[in-house]
């Protein structure tokens, strides 16, 4: 069983940055894949970014390529999403997830095993 809390979402102005923490519990944090996902109003949950077991390999929407970057850190059991050049397009839900797979991650969300519950980002001016 794996629990993910998200935390630093808020509201930024656009072209400014934010950096999304995923904590998430259990001693088997490096066998899982991990991604970060968004829900905008009105509008389906989309994949962000997806990153491998121990970070070599990343994945990312077209839409943030260039923006935003996934990393992890499996000693603090923990991964990031540094988001920068944020537009308000960006504005959503956003939320971690976690499966042993990490093409099930990339490719099919309704699979994914662990999901945590999410934290709002706002660009506005």
């Known amino acids: 069983q794996v629990q993910l809390v998200e935390s630093g979402g808020g509201l930024v102005q656009p072209g400014g940055s934010l950096r999304l923490s995923c904590a998430a519990s259990?001693?088997?944090?490096?066998?899982?894949?991990m991604g970060w996902f968004r829900k905008a109003p009105g509008k389906e949950r989309e994949f962000v970014a997806a990153?491998?077991?121990?970070?070599?390999?990343?994945y990312y929407a077209d839409s943030v390529k260039g923006r935003f970057t996934i990393s992890r850190d499996n000693a603090k059991n923990s991964v990031y999403l540094q988001m920068n050049s944020l537009k308000p397009e960006d504005t959503a839900v956003y939320y971690c997830?976690?499966?042993?797979?990490?093409?099930?991650?990339?490719?099919?969300?309704?699979?994914?095993?662990?999901w945590g519950q999410g934290t709002q980002v706002t660009v506005s001016s």
């Open positions: 997830a976690a499966d042993l797979s990490l093409s099930v991650v990339r490719t099919t969300v309704d699979k994914i095993d662990y």
């Open positions: 259990g001693r088997t944090f490096s066998s899982y894949a």
């Open positions: 990153i491998s077991w121990v970070g070599r390999t990343t």
